[in-house]
């Protein structure tokens, strides 16, 4: 971040250091700037993007475009498995998974296990309308853990694991390894399903290759869906799913329909038949996940 004292103060996210590329939001009003016992969190005002918030130089979550991230994370898994009582948030910090994960009133219980108290202290106080209120739902258990200790050996089962990891840099990295997954996995319900957040495939498609090639060693099915969000730059981002469901995948747009329809509430950027395009593939990335 430069430090504003001869003009505006930037904020530059470096998105793929040898293939020299970064991206620099001005930052209007710096809230918090500080290291946690975990990461480097910055929340600042950019006039484009509104509030953001970054966590070791990376966007992790901004006031005007969390809407389609959270709205997909959320709504394909939940909707494409039709009866989920139990939901497992991995991550998930800033609480936008549990806001849209929320707004399903036939889900009983969300777990939602955060490794770092800092991002949603933080969160609940200076980015507030991405929880929206959540964090008071009462089917919410709230850990603070790490997601991939959390997982390891017998316990609870859930219907869907969203997988709201940072990149797999740091405290994210083991969220990334096939371990985690296996875990995670034994922790589903039959005919359960995960999803998982991959990067934006045009730059990042290691990790998309990573993950479902993991993916294909565990689930009848697997794959990736993908969703353009305006901050994650270099072209749509691909969320990775796995199940053992072959209905879950094979889910026709009227099925969806009329779940969402059921569900009773609007959203931004989810709607059914976004839900059945987002796994229509460009040649790119079907040549990653093909080749994993
Ligand atoms: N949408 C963001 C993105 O991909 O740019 C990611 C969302 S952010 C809420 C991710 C969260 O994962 C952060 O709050 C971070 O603290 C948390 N996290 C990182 N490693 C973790 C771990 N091992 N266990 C649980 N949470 C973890």
Not at 6 to 19: A, D, K, Y
Not at 25 to 49: K, M, S, W
Not at 259 to 284: D, M
Request: proline share 5%; glycine share 10%; hydrophobic share 40%.
């Amino acid at each position: 971040m430069t430090d504003g004292k001869n003009g505006p103060r930037w904020v530059t996210e470096t998105l793929h250091e040898e293939g020299g590329l970064r991206t620099s939001y001005r930052a209007d009003r710096v809230l918090f700037e500080e290291g946690t016992e975990h990461q480097h969190l910055v929340i600042f005002d950019n006039p484009t993007f509104g509030r953001m918030m970054t966590l070791d130089g990376a966007t992790q979550v901004t006031e005007r475009d969390e809407f389609v991230y959270h709205e997909m994370m959320t709504h394909v898994p939940v909707l494409a498995h039709g009866n989920v009582k139990k939901l497992l948030i991995i991550g998930g910090g800033d609480g936008g998974i549990l806001r849209e994960a929320a707004r399903h009133k036939g889900i009983e219980k969300i777990t939602m296990v955060e490794i770092d108290p800092a991002v949603t202290d933080f969160s609940k106080s200076h980015l507030p309308m991405i929880s929206a209120g959540a964090f008071g739902d009462p089917r919410l258990e709230l850990v603070f853990a790490d997601g991939s200790k959390f997982v390891e050996g017998e316990g609870e089962t859930y219907d869907v694991i969203i997988v709201d990891s940072t990149d797999p840099v740091g405290p994210g990295a083991v969220l990334f390894e096939e371990s985690f997954y296996r875990n995670a996995r034994g922790r589903l319900t039959e005919g359960g399903i995960m999803v998982t957040q991959n990067g934006v495939p045009f730059l990042q498609p290691a990790e998309l290759a990573s993950t479902i090639s993991k993916f294909h060693r565990l689930f009848k099915v697997c794959s990736c869906y993908l969703a353009t969000i305006p901050t994650y730059v270099g072209g749509p981002m691909a969320m990775g799913i796995g199940t053992d469901d072959e209905f879950a995948k094979a889910v026709t747009v009227e099925a969806l329909e009329h779940r969402f329809a059921a569900a009773g509430f609007k959203t931004r950027y989810y709607t059914p038949e976004v839900h059945k395009a987002a796994f229509a593939l460009p040649a790119y990335v079907r040549e990653i996940v093909d080749a994993a």
